[in-house]
């Protein structure tokens, strides 16, 4: 009887230990980053039949050429998303160290012209040790290659006439450069102005190979050879 009681303690405990194992691991390889839209979700009041977006401005109110005609700058709140799909899950890092300008002018788009640079350092997963692991020399080099950027070739057609807080689609063509490595990507967006801000929301998609990495398999997940860029950027004059 001591024996069998023993040994069902045992069990009990290596029950525990894997259970706890496949936790703590199940925390490490997971995601733990969600993607935050910068474009205002808007919502219509029942009483007056008037949209409004989350930044309190009216929505439907026209915006004219010398609101968004400019020089505009990134504010502290843009942040680049870098998405990577496993068998698993998809999991996202986060990057809020983002400067850049963008100049706009909507009665001709070929004269607009926008750039941003990301400090790679700040590349954030929500697992330490993932992230180190990523920065490091086997992977994305932060040190040798401490910023990526993209660099606007072209911009869509904008239409002449928008509305406080209602989405605009936008399509920038322009370079991407990771670790080095330039890559000729399209982002499809949408735009909106609102509260005196500019924000865009928009991806792409690359692979690893476009910049000289190898696809991160582990012995425990498959990770596709896609991954996305998407940029959450809010501007101001």
Known sequence: MK?????????????????????????????????????????????????????????GVAVTAEQLNGD???????????????????????????QGTWKVNIEDSTS?????????????????????????EDFLSVTEFPQ??????????????????????????GTLTVKGVEKDVTFQSQAAYSGGQLMLSGTTTVAFSDFGLSNPHTVVLDTENNLEVRLELVLTK
């Open 72 to 98: 505009w700058t990134l504010g502290e709140t843009s942040k680049v998303y870098w998405s990577v799909t496993t068998s698993k899950e998809t999991v996202n890092f986060v990057d809020n160290k983002v």
């Open 148 to 173: 990526s950027t993209f660099v606007v070739k072209s911009f869509s057609e904008l239409p002449a006439e928008w509305t406080e807080g209602a989405t605009v689609p936008v399509e920038m063509q």
């Open 112 to 136: 607009m012209a926008g750039e941003g640079t990301v400090d790679m350092s700040a590349l954030d997963s929500g697992n330490s040790q993932r992230d180190e692991h990523v920065k490091g």
């Open 3 to 59: 024996r069998k009681r023993i040994a069902l303690i045992a069990a009990g405990v290596i029950i525990v230990g894997v259970v706890t194992g496949y936790t703590l691991l199940d925390k490490s390889l997971g995601n733990n980053v969600e993607i935050e839209s910068v474009i205002p979700n808007q919502t219509t009041t029942a009483d007056a039949g008037e949209t409004t977006n989350n930044t309190g401005a009216s929505a």
